[in-house]
């Protein structure tokens, strides 16, 4: 089974509780396995700087779901969790993104693996490093400890502790 890696992120609410709850979720996705959580990041707001900071982590999953079906389950998680729908860029209870499933490189209309803003996105980048920082990205064939050296994203993400 290929490791995924799914970015959370919540700026609604109580955030971390938001994280938590989708968590928990994503522990029970029949057919998967749960391997671990980065430590929870705030971060900036990314796209529309007029709203809360995100919290944000990484988790690292193993399962046998195919792309389509896992964003479809996912995005279940998310109605599940309270997300309401609202324009691109706007504050959200919930989001989560896969970020990579395996070394596949898939895109279909605006659903594309592995996701294509990692490599912009410090609230991304920090938390998989963390993880796994000698994951080679399959499309830019450098690892997050790399592509995170060279980013150009400056927006603030710190570790904070979280219970």
């Known amino acids: 089974m290929p490791n995924i890696f799914l970015g ?4 609604i609410g109580n955030r971390g509780e938001n994280i938590s709850k989708a968590i928990e979720f994503i ?7 749960f391997l671990r959580c980065s430590s929870f990041y705030e971060s900036a707001p990314w796209g529309n700087e007029f709203q809360n900071n995100f919290i944000n982590c990484v988790v690292e999953i193993n399962t046998e779901i195919a792309p389509e079906e896992l964003f479809l389950i996912l995005k279940d998680i ?4 309270g997300r309401k729908k609202r324009e691109k860029w706007a504050e ?3 989001d989560i993104d896969i970020l990579f499933y395996g070394d596949l490189i898939f895109e279909k209309q605006d659903f594309y693996i592995p996701h294509k803003e990692i490599c912009n996105r410090n609230f991304v980048l920090i938390p998989m490093n963390e993880l796994a920082p000698d994951l ?4 830019c064939k450098k690892n997050i400890s790399e592509i995170l050296a060279e980013t150009g994203d400056r927006l603030e993400c710190r570790k904070i502790n979280f219970n």
Do not use: A, T
Not at 8 to 11: E, I, Q, R, T, V
Not at 27 to 33: F, L
Not at 136 to 139: A, D, E, L
């Open 136 to 139: 080679i990205h399959p499309v």
């Open 78 to 81: 998310e109605i599940k969790c």
């Open 8 to 11: 959370l992120g919540s700026n």
């Open 92 to 94: 959200r209870e919930i």
């Open 27 to 33: 522990k029970n996705i029949s057919g998967s396995e």
